[in-house]
């Protein structure tokens, strides 16, 4: 089976009606919300036993994140859930991959930290309603296409952007199923520069992000990306420590971000990392 095929299997089928978008969420462009410095919070705030829930998204919110990242995996029933890990276990009550479980199933698992189970990618559009942006990653391929009919349904192109990694084949994939939707990219690895290359020189205006891995930070890269319209994104952590909980409110990662000249700014701590922002949005110009 190929690729597309296998995303194209995933789509949900039938039409339910979706909250409408917040009025913000309708008159602004995705770009445009992610233009300048902005704060993504890793699963909602990585050290939290309930990252990655709503619960955690909201305090995000609260704290100044402008995005919620979160992760996708498919049910065995095709509906797309919130998990990050390839297996249910550590995280949960339950064992096994998510692709294992029904969507009843899983919400009879309980995150460890919270009452219920995973969430799912409806709940998590259905209570932002556009007023934060959030970053889908896909954890697999077969989550593409139910993913993607979510985001039409609920309206939320101008909210939600997908990562499709460094896989270039995912990345064509899902542009097939849907040109309008927005993608973040983020080549790696041996082959960072050529995949840099072919992501710039195909010219898709709704590729909005280039997530950079340190390999890439370079001035003319960065010239390059936003020479061609793209903003950029990076995880704090690689700039700073930010996995160390002793480190909380006191780390400098995503100052160090922004400084480089990069738009984006994923942290395991929004609280830290929007404090960081404000201050610099409010130092005085350097003059010299």
């Known amino acids: 089976m190929t690729l597309l095929r296998l995303l194209l299997a995933g789509t949900l089928a039938g039409v339910v009606l979706a909250p409408a978008p917040s009025a913000h969420a309708q008159e602004v462009s995705l770009a445009e919300r992610l233009r300048g410095m902005r704060v993504a919070a890793h699963r909602g705030g990585y050290w939290y036993s309930d990252s ?33 890990d390839g297996d249910l276990r550590g995280e949960t009550n339950c064992t096994g ?5 029904t969507a009843s199933q899983l919400a009879a698992c309980r995150l460890d930290g919270a009452t219920h189970g995973p969430e799912t990618f409806e709940s998590v559009l259905a209570w932002s309603r556009g007023r934060v942006v959030v970053d889908a990653e896909l954890k697999e391929a ?42 973040e ?27 950079l891995h340190p390999e890439l ?6 010239r390059r990306i936003r020479q061609s319209g793209k903003l950029s994104s990076m995880d704090a952590w690689y700039l700073g420590a930010e996995y160390e909980r002793p480190f909380a409110g006191r780390t400098t990662a ?26 610099l949005a409010l130092a005085p110009p350097h003059s010299g």
Do not use: M
């Open 217 to 222: 930070v370079t001035p003319r890269n960065l």
């Open 185 to 211: 990219a983020s080549p790696r690895g041996r082959d960072a520069e050529a995949q840099l290359a072919e992501l710039l020189a195909a010219r898709d205006p709704r590729l909005l992000i280039i997530q």
């Open 97 to 101: 991959p998510v692709g294992a479980h």
């Open 254 to 279: 995503c100052a160090a971000v922004f400084a480089a000249g990069i738009d984006i700014a994923v942290s395991n701590d929004p609280r830290a990392c929007a404090e960081q922002r404000d201050r």
């Open 52 to 84: 990655n829930t709503l619960a955690r998204f909201d305090t995000a919110l609260r704290q100044g994140a402008d995005i919620v990242e979160t992760d996708l995996r498919l049910s065995k029933d095709g509906i797309p859930f919130v998990f990050h």
């Open 142 to 183: 077969g989550v593409a296409a139910p993913a993607i009919a979510l985001v039409r349904r609920y309206r939320a192109h101008e909210w939600v952007y997908f990562q499709t990694g460094n896989n270039l084949p995912l990345y064509r994939a899902v542009r097939q199923l849907d040109p309008r939707v927005a993608i």
